[in-house]
Structures are given as C-alpha cells and as structure tokens.
Nanobody, 122 residues
C-alpha cells in the first residue's frame, strides 16, 4: 500500500523560506505523478504544483511562480517543494499527493499525505 509522508512545515516570517519533503513508501504505478496541494482555513484545497513521473512540471499555480521550486528524486521517491519569499497568503496546510496519471492526466486523487502546516506571519 502506497504511503505518502510529508515533513518540513513550520512557522516563518514573510520573505522567509521553507522546504517541504514528501517520501513515497511502496511507490508503484498508482503513484507515478506527484504534486503539492494546499488548503487554507475556510477555503477549498488548491493545486500548487504537479509533476509528471519524470519530474517534468505539469502545472504550477500563478501565485507561486518564481518563488516555489518543485523537484522529484525518483531514486529516493522523494518530492520536494522549496518555498522562497513566502507571503502571508501562503499560509495553509500543504499536502503531498500522487496519482496514476495515465497520459499525464490526474484521475484518481486518492493518494494523500497527512499534511504539513505552513504558517507565514507578517
């Protein structure tokens, strides 16, 4: 059974940086593509970034372009999110997710980590 475990969240002042990590245990064909999502209090979960199985960027939210960098280490089955120049509006629970993504299309949305909290203060 595939398991996703995030780490690296925390509290930081605006302008600071954090690096999130996600380790995929027992990764298989159901978890070829990966991504980071976030949910702020009272808001819907939104996609931050998604990458294909080779780590190629498939989607990046406009609000994080130029500030966040995603990387996929397929040897270690780790997904990272380097977050720089953080803003108060980046405050949210961040989730790692994976999908079988046939032809690069996410269809399952059923593999999620437990989430890691990011809090950015002004």
């Amino acid at each position: 059974q595939v398991q996703l475990v995030e780490s690296g969240g925390g509290s930081v002042q605006a302008g600071g940086s954090l690096r999130l990590s996600c380790t995929v245990h027992r990764r298989d064909s159901s978890s070829r593509c990966m991504g980071w999502f976030r949910q702020a209090p009272g808001q819907n979960r939104e996609t931050v970034v998604r990458v294909d199985s080779d780590g190629t960027m498939a989607y990046e939210d406009e609000s994080v372009k130029g500030r966040f960098t995603v990387s996929l280490d397929n040897d270690k089955n780790n997904l990272y999110l380097q977050m720089n120049r953080l803003k108060v509006e980046d405050t949210a629970m961040y989730y790692c997710a994976a999908d079988s993504c046939p032809d690069g299309v996410w269809i399952d949305y059923n593999l999620w980590g437990q989430g890691t909290q990011v809090a950015v203060s002004s």
